[in-house]
Antibody
């Protein structure tokens, strides 16, 4: 059974940093692109970042580019999101998602339960 | 960025009804469209990919279609378990974008 379990969220002050983790199981982690998608309270879904199989290629949304870094450790089957210079508008539930590649983008076939990040003083 | 305009933003229907949710892409995205169902407090669940392909385990009451840049999700024989928010998503080009969501409630 595919499982994605996020951790590391919570309350953080504006300008500070936070690192999210996503532990994957039930599939060969290195065979899939992975992504982070977020959802602000009562809002729609927003793609944040994606990473290739070995981590050599990364892609970011404009709203987080230069502040967030996606990475992965295939030996640990774990996906990460390092978030720096956090802003109030980064407040959201962050989902880890497995990405099925079609050409060079893809849809998300499995999602974690999500982790809440609140940026506030 | 490609804009995905979903309609309606919310709707109410009765048990057994057939409902259709629409998503209009601002430019050609081919069949690179997926649909997700999200229940309150839960993560999204993939329902349809490639505009018309039913994900494994999803009831055949759900179907997807395309007419040009207009994409539709149709649910037949509506049941209480179908309540939730439905999101469309284009994965034709970066950045991948989502529609604003359609909240479906049963009367």
């Amino acid at each position: 059974e595919v499982q994605l379990v996020e951790s590391g969220g919570g309350l953080v002050q504006p300008g500070r940093s936070m690192k999210l983790s996503c532990a994957a199981s039930g599939f060969t982690f290195s065979d899939y692109y992975m992504a982070w998608v977020r959802q602000a309270p009562k809002k729609g879904l927003e793609w944040v970042a994606s990473i290739s199989y070995e981590g050599s290629s990364t892609y970011y949304g404009d709203s987080v580019k230069g502040r967030f870094t996606i990475s992965r450790d295939n030996a640990k089957s774990t996906l990460y999101l390092q978030m720096n210079s956090l802003r109030s508008e980064d407040t959201a539930t962050y989902y880890c998602a497995r990405q099925i590649l079609r050409v060079y983008l893809g849809y998300f076939d499995y999602w974690g339960q999500g982790v809440m990040v609140t940026v506030s003083s | 960025d490609i804009q995905m305009t979903q309609s309606p933003s919310s709707m109410s229907a009765s048990l057994g009804d057939t409902v259709t949710i629409n998503c209009l892409a601002s430019q050609d995205i081919g069949n690179y469209l997926s649909w997700y169902q999200q229940k309150p407090g839960k993560s999204p669940k993939l329902m349809i990919y490639g505009a018309t392909n039913l994900e494994d385990g999803v009831p055949s009451r759900f179907s997807g279609s395309r007419s040009g840049s207009d994409y539709s999700l149709t649910i037949n024989s509506l049941g209480y378990d179908d309540e939730g928010i439905y999101h469309c998503h284009q994965y034709y080009e970066y950045p991948p974008t989502f529609g604003g969501g359609t909240k479906l409630e049963l009367k």
